[in-house]
């Protein structure tokens, strides 16, 4: 069984920066890609950031500049660093990997909760 456990949202005013976290755990082999994801209410989930297991990034173009995402393989973990948060960044996080696990042996997305985020102006 693999875990995705997300932490670090919460509510920040305008220009303000957070930290989000994303936890791997359980029967894991491999990581490949880990990535962000967002879904503002009444919108559609988004891609924000993604990293790749050698440290490619790429990013949605509204964060660029503000936003970056990292990794700690060593740990399983993703980070989301946000900082000139704006009030449209709004939204639930989810974070997802692309973990390879046994029994069947194969590459599977996993999704985390998601961790709200909340930025007044």
């Known amino acids: 069984q693999v875990r995705l456990v997300e932490s670090g949202g919460g509510l920040v005013q305008a220009g303000g920066s957070l930290r989000l976290s994303c936890a791997a755990s359980?029967?894991?082999?491999?990581?490949?890609?880990m990535g962000w994801y967002r879904q503002a209410p009444g919108k559609q989930r988004k891609l924000v950031a993604v990293?790749?297991?050698?440290?490619?990034?790429n990013y949605e173009d509204s964060v660029k500049g503000r936003f970056t995402i990292s990794r700690d393989n060593a740990k399983n973990t993703v980070y989301l660093q946000m900082n000139s948060l704006k009030p449209e960044d709004t939204a639930v996080y989810y974070c997802k990997a692309r973990i390879l696990v046994a029994g069947p042996m194969g590459w599977y997305d996993y999704w985390g909760q998601g961790t709200e985020v909340t930025v007044s102006s």
């Open positions: 359980g029967s894991i082999f491999s990581i490949n890609d």
């Open positions: 990293i790749t297991s050698g440290g490619s990034t």
